[in-house]
């Protein structure tokens, strides 16, 4: 599925349309539209400015905001409006599905946006009474003229949560310089982990790296094949590859490898100037044998054929 380009969390049901103040700008291109949670509304109320949707509560419950939209150009906008899951593109980027969430309600599918007019669009998300405790990213996603924007919603069910990862599939790419490996979210919150590296070898410490944030998100269920650079690794030398990744809440996983590094290039040159060596010192050995007089094996055809010489 192809990932959206998700400018901030969303969830919402209409409400009105407001005209903008006389003083107005120029019109603008049609594609200066934006979509952003209206101020004041969510689990947690606070001024304008929201980043994003954020709703909590229990199994069973309706939980209520509103999405404003904006239309700053000189001609009508229609807006179509969606609610999508979210979940980790393969490379750790944030993406939601293309089919809607049946969790959100929109007051309406599209909306027709006057010039210089905003509308505000209340939704609803009902929570399943069996629904799991922690986190359920989704998104509110816009579309028109083929130009999609996704508002993040931050959605979580109360109840017990768990911090949980692992780390797999690490292994040496000595191909690419690349240290590669997996992340799986095996809790039900959503993790921001961050990443310490070390690689020892048999003359010493090869690589260490202090623990840095990520650039992913790690959605509850999801995971993310990521790889860290190893621009100037060892021409000769075995190594133990160590990763430890932490997240908030007591996630921690660990996972080791190890990669050998010789100079198959170099080693098969040394090979061929011994081979060469040694051929030449028995070539050697030939001349000075038959210098002195001694007696040097020839093949068996040229034995035969001296004998019967001798006899005539």
């Not at 210089?116 to 669009?121: E, G, S």
């Not at 040496?172 to 690349?178: Q, S, T, Y």
């Not at 070390?198 to 094949?225: I, M, S, T, W, Y």
Request: include cysteine; glycine fraction near 10%; charge should be positive.
């Amino acid at each position: 599925m192809r990932p959206i380009r998700l400018v901030l969390p969303v969830t919402a049901l209409l409400l009105c349309a407001l005209a903008a103040p006389a003083a107005a700008a120029a019109p603008t291109a049609s594609g200066d539209w934006t979509a952003a949670p209206a101020s004041g509304g969510g689990t947690r109320p606070s001024s304008d400015g929201r980043p994003y949707f954020y709703l909590e509560g229990p199994p069973g419950t309706v939980l209520q905001d509103t999405v404003s939209l904006s239309n700053p150009s000189g001609a009508p906008l229609t807006l179509r409006l969606r609610g999508a899951a979210a979940y980790n593109a393969t490379d750790g980027g944030f993406a939601v599905r293309r089919t809607p969430d049946p969790w959100i309600a929109l007051a309406a599918p599209e909306v027709k946006i006057p010039p210089h007019t905003r509308a505000d669009v209340p939704f609803a998300v009902t929570v399943p009474p069996g629904a799991q405790p922690g986190d359920h990213p989704a998104a509110l996603v816009a579309e028109a003229g083929g130009r999609e924007v996704g508002v993040r919603l931050q959605l979580r069910v109360s109840g017990p949560t768990l911090s949980a990862l692992t780390v797999e599939s690490l292994r040496v790419d000595k191909a690419h310089g690349l240290i590669r490996y997996a992340l799986v979210n095996r809790g039900n919150t959503t993790l921001a982990p961050r990443l310490a590296l070390r690689v020892d070898g048999v003359f010493g410490r090869a690589l260490d790296r202090p623990a840095k944030a990520l650039p992913v998100e790690l959605l509850p269920g999801q995971r993310v094949e990521l790889s860290e650079p190893w621009a100037h690794p060892p021409a000769l030398d075995r190594v133990t590859v160590r990763l430890d990744v932490t997240a908030d809440g007591g996630a921690h996983a660990t996972a080791g490898t190890s990669a050998a590094f010789v100079p198959w290039g170099a080693v098969a040159g040394a090979a061929l100037v011994v081979l060469g060596g040694a051929a030449a010192a028995l070539r050697l050995v030939r001349r000075r044998r038959r210098r002195a007089g001694e007696p040097v094996e020839m093949p068996l055809p040229e034995r035969e054929l001296a004998q019967t010489g001798a006899r005539q």
